[in-house]
């Protein structure tokens, strides 16, 4: 068996273990300390636009406390893109809400503007004004922002953005997770950067921030005993992991270039080929970290399905896009505005290995085993369609049967 080549696997800068040494030569073993801040601190600064940061047990966590943040309760309505990670739409259920998914658009995948607004219409007729919106950044792609604040503004429904896999990518040269009312992140082994588990939430309103640090230890009192008045979670992100987070923020500009890399390899190295479509950034507005290299197969000439079996018995790993929420059986019941843009996109849609740790002997076996499904099943048509080489064909099969 071949060498597993990953499809996005942690990968560990220099400074990583200082970290978490401190962290154990000082005893800060706990769900706080001083790598808790200093995470919150550089991703502030990273982040810029004077946002605030709760480094938080993982980015579903901070998405549950968004929406507990915001209000959202039994009964209330939550629109989220229809086309993401279970993540992002899990915390609206938490709350007792029901999620509304909206479509895609296809230039960036992500929420489509006018589905969004349809959506919003429909419900205020409905009597359901949506509670808040969200909008996610898909693979890394900054989602329509401009377009889908305005909307936002005009019926004054608040925005979370879920950038759990957007780290690093920028709309309008502005850090994504910026825009909305909160954002979140997410630190998960196979995020661009990890702290084994663990995520964050962002806003300029240092009061949101402020309250999700409190609800996210439990919820206590200023009292001299445990008193609490609210219902809490214990979701705050352990001084330990946090370590790691620190170190790898040193590293995160060289993950970023790395990933973008990546797409730019796989784009060049399979710019020849016959029905692999790329998404690159839709304008000079659209700076994606490129997280996954996502591509779409439109061939009549090798199904998706080729790809990926052959990829698998290389022990190379790829994984079909995100299936669209309003086809899970989970939320089958939910509503859902769109036009099966997501549905398109994920019967055609494969991500490639894509990890900042591939060397490029790794990029080279995942091209290269492409490149042979694409010709095998092209020739192999090519005979098909030919009657005299048909013919030539069954008698060569014949005859190696009989030797
Ligand atoms: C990973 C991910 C999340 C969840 O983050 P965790 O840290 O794993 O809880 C949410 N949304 C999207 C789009 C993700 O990819």
Same mark, same amino acid.
């Given at each position: 068996m071949k060498e597993k080549i990953w499809l996005s696997s942690p990968h560990m800068g220099e400074k990583e273990m200082k970290y978490v040494q401190e962290a154990f030569a000082t005893n800060w073993i706990a769900p706080l300390g001083p790598n808790v801040n200093g995470l919150e601190h550089d991703l502030e600064a990273y982040l810029g636009n004077d946002v605030h940061v709760a480094a938080l047990s993982s980015g579903t966590a901070a998405l549950h406390l968004a929406l507990v943040i915001l209000g959202v309760n039994a009964g209330d309505e939550v629109i989220c893109q229809? #086309? $993401? *990670?279970s993540a992002s739409a899990n915390p609206i259920v938490y709350q007792g809400a029901s999620p509304v998914f909206v479509d895609s658009e296809e $230039? $960036?995948?992500? #929420?489509s503007p006018e589905y969004l607004e349809e959506a919003i219409q429909d419900r205020i007729r409905n009597g359901k004004k949506p509670k808040a919106i969200i909008v996610v950044h898909l693979y890394g792609m900054p989602a329509r922002m401009d377009e889908i604040m305005n909307i936002a503004r005009r019926y004054e429904i608040p925005v979370i953005e879920d950038a759990a896999e957007a780290l690093g990518s920028t709309y309008k040269g502005r850090a994504v997770? $910026? *825009?909305?009312d909160m954002g979140i992140l997410s630190f998960n082994g196979n995020k661009i950067i990890t702290t084994s588990g663990g995520g964050a939430l962002i806003s300029a309103n240092e009061e949101y921030i402020k309250e999700a640090r409190f609800l996210a230890t439990q919820a206590r009192d200023h009292a001299p005993h445990y008193q609490h008045s609210q219902i809490g979670y214990n979701y705050r992100m352990s001084n330990v992991c946090a370590g790691i987070g620190r170190g790898q923020m040193e590293v995160l500009p060289q993950r970023v270039a790395q990933r973008r890399y990546n797409f730019d390899f796989y784009k060049q190295a399979l710019?020849?080929?016959?029905?692999i479509q790329f998404i690159a950034d839709?304008?000079?507005?659209f700076y994606s970290n490129h997280w996954l290299t996502t591509v779409l197969i439109d061939s009549d000439e090798y199904s998706i399905i080729d790809i990926q079996d052959a990829l698998t018995e290389d022990n190379i790993d790829c994984r079909p896009l995100w299936k669209p929420m309003h086809m899970q059986p989970v939320f089958k019941h939910c509503l859902y505005y769109g036009n099966g843009i997501s549905e398109r996109l994920f019967d055609k849609g494969l991500c490639l290995p894509s990890g900042s740790n591939l060397t490029e002997a790794e990029l080279n076996r995942v091209v290269a085993r492409i490149g042979e499904v694409v010709n095998v099943k092209k020739s192999f048509k090519n005979i098909a369609n030919n009657p005299i080489s048909c013919v030539t064909f069954a008698l060569v099969t014949a005859l190696t049967m009989f030797v």
């Open positions: 229809s #086309m $993401t *990670f $230039t $960036t995948w992500n #929420m997770g $910026t *825009f909305g710019a020849d080929v016959d029905g839709p304008g000079k507005d």
